[in-house]
């Protein structure tokens, strides 16, 4: 039970991280936070994405280069152009690995207005530290592990940011409805979408790229969208007023 336990709070640990700081706030700026608050948020960040812990400038560049070139060969994950979820996981991965390394020409455009803490950041991507998680991770399966199929998990906690991104990319450009005809495939898949925290709700935030709650029907439910109104409530973070944009929501 322990084991299970650890893997849904890694799970949705991560996933808060990667939607609330990494995609909300450092890629949109959807909010403010005091300097403090966003030191805070990025030791939580690099705590609970571990092994696959992610820069907040790359992430903020790459989905930059996302929402500009959706669905086109220069997007840097479309299921598109991929011939399954792994070629896309991996093409990901080179681009990242661009913009982190500073080689990407094509994502000069998207540059600043993302929190940077440059000495965490490196200390993150330092091979021995990504081995490091990963030792922690199976020194605790060794320890409380009462099954061998639960070992099956481990995989998933080495690369939990890039299952993350996977499904959201893969599953919210193929899958599911659309409430606004976007240029581009994006889709609302919303059956799956309690894995992801609001983040398959694609067609409705590639619309609306500034509004923090990413449901926009009354039956859409945006559940990282509670939390961000109640840090705003309580001073924690301040919300942006989202940028004016006139549409009509499909009936």
Do not use: C
């Not at 949705?12 to 991280?17: D, I, R």
């Not at 790459?62 to 060969?73: G, I, L, P, Q, V």
């Not at 859409?220 to 940028?243: M, Q, S």
Request: aromatic share 20%.
């Amino acid at each position: 039970m322990i084991i299970l336990v650890a893997f849904v709070a890694h799970w949705y640990l991560s996933l808060f991280a990667q939607t609330f700081f990494q995609h909300r706030y450092a890629a949109h700026r959807m909010f403010s936070m005091s300097g403090l608050w966003e030191r805070f948020f990025f030791l939580f960040t690099f705590f609970t994405q571990g092994s696959s812990f992610m820069s907040p400038r790359g992430y903020a560049l790459m989905h930059r280069m996302h929402h500009a070139f959706s669905d086109t060969e220069q997007d840097p994950h479309s299921p598109h152009y991929s011939s399954n979820a792994f070629t896309m996981m991996w093409q990901t991965r080179n681009v990242y690995q661009e913009i982190w390394l500073r080689t990407s020409p094509a994502a000069d455009r998207f540059e600043g207005n993302y929190p940077e803490w440059v000495s965490l950041e490196e200390f993150g991507h330092r091979w021995y530290v990504r081995v490091g998680w990963g030792a922690v991770y199976v020194a605790f399966y060794v320890a409380f592990a009462t099954a061998w199929w639960q070992y099956l998990l481990l995989p998933i906690h080495f690369m939990m940011g890039a299952v993350h991104g996977a499904i959201v990319n893969w599953g919210g450009h193929k899958y599911g409805y659309q409430n606004f005809d976007n240029n581009d495939k994006s889709r609302n898949s919303l059956v799956f979408d309690f894995l992801t925290g609001g983040e398959l709700f694609q067609n409705n935030h590639h619309k609306l790229s500034s509004r923090a709650n990413f449901g926009v029907k009354w039956w859409e439910f945006d559940p990282t969208y509670p939390v961000i109104w109640t840090l705003d409530k309580v001073g924690i973070i301040k919300l942006n007023k989202p940028k004016a944009n006139k549409v009509r929501i499909a009936a």
